[in-house]
């Protein structure tokens, strides 16, 4: 009988680490701000600018940005892709473009080791959300 405990204890903790493993999240992306202007010749919208650190390994959620978004790679690789286009890969002094109605199916780090940056220039609605996951 102990020995049977001891056995299904050990397969519950072992179980419990392969589970662990298994549904990890993947590092979350690190966005910072760095300005955000009212465009006045567009009423009722502005312009932000951030940076976004992808860790290695990083994957964003499908979403959506409902805005004009301009993506330059600063440092590193990262893979884009919009609904109904092609995936790229992407590496420093590129760009990519996604444009209001467009759904971001694909935003991840193209490597599990090393970081990648990239600037955004985002032309929204003021005070809209930056970003809106997709259902």
């Known amino acids: 009988m102990f020995r049977l405990k001891n056995t299904a204890i050990a397969i519950l903790v072992a179980a419990s680490a392969l589970a662990g493993k298994v549904h990890a999240a993947a590092p979350e992306a690190v966005v910072t701000p760095l300005m955000t202007k009212s465009l006045d010749d567009y009423p009722g919208k502005e312009a932000l600018m951030i ?3 992808y860790p ?5 959620p499908v979403h959506r940005h ?3 978004a301009f993506v330059y790679v600063l440092e590193g690789s990262i893979v884009m892709q919009v609904k109904g286009g092609k995936e790229v890969t992407l590496t420093p002094g590129q760009t ?3 444009g209001p109605n ?14 990648a940056k990239f600037l955004v220039i985002l032309l929204k609605d003021k005070g809209a959300p930056v970003l809106v996951p997709e259902k």
């Open 51 to 53: 940076t976004v650190t």
């Open 96 to 98: 990519f473009y996604e």
């Open 102 to 115: 467009d759904v971001h199916t694909v935003g991840r780090n193209a490597s599990q080791t090393q970081p």
């Open 56 to 60: 290695p390994g990083a994957v964003d």
């Open 66 to 68: 409902h805005a004009n």
